[in-house]
């Protein structure tokens, strides 16, 4: 069974900055697509960034295009995102999850076979 489980989140004021992580209890993180969504309260679960195999393309929402970047280290079993230049819109519980079927990155939740349990962000104006 994979688990992934996610850690980073906290509240800052708008403006600043935080880094989650997600850590994938599996021998073959490398071969997985992952990927970031939020749930803001009220709304559905959306996409974020996403992270292709090597050579690590990398996909975002227009949202957060220039203010956030997904990385991966495939020795750490672990995927990243750095979250700059934070509003508050950006309030949500943020989910790292794992497509380990499909072979081309995507943005449809319901690609993804793995979730972790999410971490809360919050950002005050």
């Known amino acids: 069974q994979v688990q992934l489980v996610e850690s980073g989140g906290g509240r800052v004021q708008a403006g600043g900055s935080l880094r989650l992580s997600c850590a994938v209890s599996t021998r073959t993180f490398s071969s997985y697509i992952m990927g970031w969504f939020r749930q803001a309260p009220g709304k559905g679960r959306e996409f974020v960034a996403a992270?292709?195999?090597?050579?690590?393309?990398?996909y975002y929402a227009d949202s957060v295009k220039g203010r956030f970047t997904i990385s991966r280290d495939n020795a750490k079993n672990t995927v990243y995102l750095q979250m700059n230049s934070l509003k508050p819109e950006d309030t949500a519980v943020y989910y790292c999850?794992?497509?380990?079927?499909?072979?081309?990155?995507?943005?449809?939740?319901?690609?993804?076979?793995?979730w972790g349990q999410g971490t809360q962000v919050t950002v005050s104006s």
């Open positions: 992270i292709s195999r090597s050579p690590y393309s990398t």
């Open positions: 999850a794992a497509d380990t079927t499909i072979q081309a990155v995507t943005i449809d939740r319901y690609d993804y076979d793995y």
